[in-house]
Structure formats: C-alpha cells, structure tokens
C-alpha cells in the first residue's frame, strides 16, 4: 500500500537530548513538510522540501533540522536548542504540479514526542 | 499575510442534527482552501478542497463546504451528525502563489451528544 510512515509513533527523551523522528513515503511525491501541532493552535510548519537536497524554513524552524537525501525520506531532528519540544509531529508530503497548481498534501498518522 | 480564522474551538450537536464548521480566510491572491479532519491520535484526512469552479464542493462522509468570495468564508456542513464524525477538523488556505505552504486554522473539536 502506497503512504506516509512515521516511526516511532510515541517517543520518550531526556531534556537535552537530541532525537530524529523518521519520516518515509512510497507516494513518489516531490514535496515534504514537517508540522507541530500542540492543543489549541493548530498545525504549525517547521520546515519542507519540493525537491532533494533542498529545503526552507517554515515559520518554526527554531531548534529543529532536517535534511532530504533522498526522495522518499525527510527525517526531522529536534536538537536541544528547541525550548519547548514536547509535542505531536506530522510530516506530509505532495505531488508538485508543473503549473503551480496546488494538490493535496497527505498526512502521516504522527509522532508524540514527549521530553522528560 | 494569509490567515484562517475558525469560530468556536469546540461544538456539539445532537445525533442526526445539522453539522456547521465556520471557517473564514483572508488572503492576497486567490485562495485554495481545505478541510481536513483528524481524530485522536492520528494524522489529518482530507476532506474536501475548493481550488477553482464550483463554488460548492462535496467530500467524504456526506460533508460539504462552499466557497463565498465575497464573505471570505468556507464553512463545513452536515445535514445529518453520526457518532463517527466526533473528531477535530481543520480548515485551510494556501499561501502565495508559487509557494505551496498552507495555512491551518486553530481548528474546532465537534462532539455528537447521543
């Protein structure tokens, strides 16, 4: 079946510490994305990527990096850096259309990360 | 700068009643709009989408929305509430054109009372 796995789906880590939550998909689309979501404030974007070995910063890039290596993966780390990194990531990807157009972007089922 | 501004972060409604989400945008260029739904636990579901054409557009479901230039609106509708539409739903509109970003609103839990 073609989608989006993030791993692990729940992850535990001391403050201080680094951690990579792993972003895959079969989808052969060109576009990745990264968002937080915490209670009451919707999803937040950290970064994305339309194409290998490029990316942008979103609106909260603080704290946090990526790299896109390959086209299937855009695996995000959260450094130490990141004050406050307890929350609910999901990574999403797109297919780019030639003209702009903007089509779906399709949703991994998310990782709760929780810094203790 | 493009915004979704959603009404009422929690509604309820009774089993069988009408469904109604609001969700109203701002945006520089003509938008893209999106509903998606999450529940516990998940990652979000597309719904349904305006992109251009009909201003009334059909998803998954049984819900609808329709896009209203002049009242910058898209609101998500029901006619009949089932148990399995409690969740949270979140609406969205992209950004510049060119710069396929969406923006997402805060997003509103609907509760269905048996």
């Known amino acids: 079946d073609g989608g989006i796995t993030q791993s692990p789906k729940y992850l535990f880590r001391k403050e201080g510490q680094n951690v990579t939550l792993s972003c895959e998909q079969n989808?052969?689309?060109?576009?990745m994305y990264w968002y937080r979501q915490d209670p009451g404030q919707g999803l937040r974007l950290i970064y994305y990527?339309?194409?290998?070995?490029?990316?942008q910063k979103g609106d909260i890039a603080e704290g946090y990096s990526v790299s896109r290596e390959k086209k299937e993966s855009f695996p995000l780390t959260v450094t130490s850096a990141q004050k406050n990194p307890t929350a609910f990531y999901l990574c999403?990807?797109?297919?780019?259309?030639?003209?702009?157009?903007?089509?779906?972007?399709?949703f991994g089922p998310g990782t709760r990360l929780t810094v203790l | 700068a493009q915004s979704v501004t959603q009404l009422g972060s929690h509604v309820s409604v009774s089993e069988g009643a009408l469904v109604l989400l609001r969700c109203n945008y701002s945006?520089?260029?003509?938008?893209?709009l999106f509903w998606y739904v999450q529940y516990p636990n998940q990652g979000l579901q597309l719904l349904l989408k305006?992109?251009?054409?009909?201003?009334l557009v059909k998803g998954i479901n049984g819900f609808e929305a329709e896009f209203k230039k002049s009242e910058t609106s898209f609101h998500l509708t029901k006619p009949s509430a089932h148990m399995s539409d409690a969740a949270e739903y979140f609406c969205?509109?992209?950004?510049?054109?060119?710069?396929?970003?969406?923006?997402f609103g805060t997003g509103t839990r609907l509760t269905i009372i048996p």
């Open positions: 999403a990807s797109k297919k780019e259309g030639a003209t702009g157009y903007t089509d779906t972007q399709y």
């Open positions: 989808l052969n689309h060109d576009a």
């Open positions: 990527s339309q194409i290998v070995n490029d990316f």
């Open positions: 945006s520089s260029v003509p938008p893209y």
């Open positions: 305006y992109t251009t054409g009909a201003t």
């Open positions: 969205a509109v992209r950004t510049n054109f060119g710069n396929e970003k969406l923006t």
